[in-house]
């Protein structure tokens, strides 16, 4: 399931988001490990070779996009949509090494139609 962010980024601007990772409480952990790609929305199109990046883990961890990462494609109008998929490990009571993972979707907005 995907989390839909209500931030509108701007075609070549910087667009910043902050992922938190929750264990199995509920509660806001840093991750051991986290990586991430940006795609269109349906994930068919991977934008701006972003893929399988790693991240400082943090709490939250921020991912920080700007210039050809926000961009609009030739084939898209006045918007589109974006997809950030993250993946990685926590270490938790329930084990070591544990796996998630989650989108988070936002809208991207040519500079022109501002």
Do not use: C, H
Not at 8 to 13: F, L, P, Y
Not at 62 to 88: C, H, M, P
């Amino acid at each position: 399931m995907s989390s839909v962010l209500v931030e509108v980024a701007i075609e070549g601007s910087t667009y910043t988001i902050e992922v938190t990772v929750k264990d199995e409480t509920d509660t806001a952990i840093t991750p051991e490990t986290i990586s991430w790609k940006l795609t269109d929305e349906p994930g068919s199109v991977i934008i701006n070779n972003l893929d399988d990046e790693s991240a400082t883990p943090g709490n939250p961890t921020k991912i920080t996009l700007s210039g050809d990462d926000l961009q609009i494609l030739t084939t898209e109008k006045n918007y589109a949509y974006r997809k950030l998929s993250v993946w990685g490990t926590y270490d938790s009571s329930y084990g070591t090494d544990l796996p998630f993972q989650g989108d988070v979707v936002f809208k991207l907005r040519d500079l022109a139609a501002r």
